[in-house]
């Protein structure tokens, strides 16, 4: 699921807030607030819930490369979650963060970014590399 929070201050600058969530299942009701009520109560009542979101491959990995290049899977072959198809790994030895991608997009604007948690399988303090 996605979910887009818009934090905006008083005056022309806009502040968003784009938070990728795994293993969330609309059929199976994981994010009915009596399982997660801070989600509903801080994210889903105060943002956008996109109910009908598709995304080319169900798996995390390529999900979220797909989302972050605006690349469809078939175009990046980043297919898995783990080598050799998938992973921060291979994220970083195909280049897909260096040919452009959501965070360093939003900078070229003017925009701050922040990324805390899961990018991709595999990333961690000791392989970090900033957009």
């Not at 502040?15 to 994981?30: A, C, K, R």
């Not at 280049?95 to 070229?108: A, H, T």
Request: hydrophobic share 30%; glycine share 8%.
């Amino acid at each position: 699921m996605m979910y887009v929070v818009d934090v905006s201050r008083t005056g022309p600058e806009t502040s968003q807030v784009l938070i990728l969530v795994d293993d969330q299942d609309t059929t199976l009701n994981s994010t009915h607030p009596f399982y997660m009520p801070a989600l509903n109560k801080h994210i889903i009542s105060q943002g956008v819930h996109f109910p009908n979101y598709f995304t080319n491959t169900p798996i995390c990995c390529p999900s979220r490369a797909t989302i972050l290049t605006g690349r469809h899977t078939h175009n990046t072959n980043f297919t898995d979650i783990t080598p050799p198809y998938g992973g921060y790994t291979i994220w970083r030895q195909r280049g897909l963060d260096l040919q452009g991608y959501l965070p360093s997009w939003l900078q070229e604007q003017g925009y701050g970014t922040y990324y805390v948690g899961k990018l991709f399988v595999e990333y961690a303090i000791y392989n970090y590399y900033p957009p």
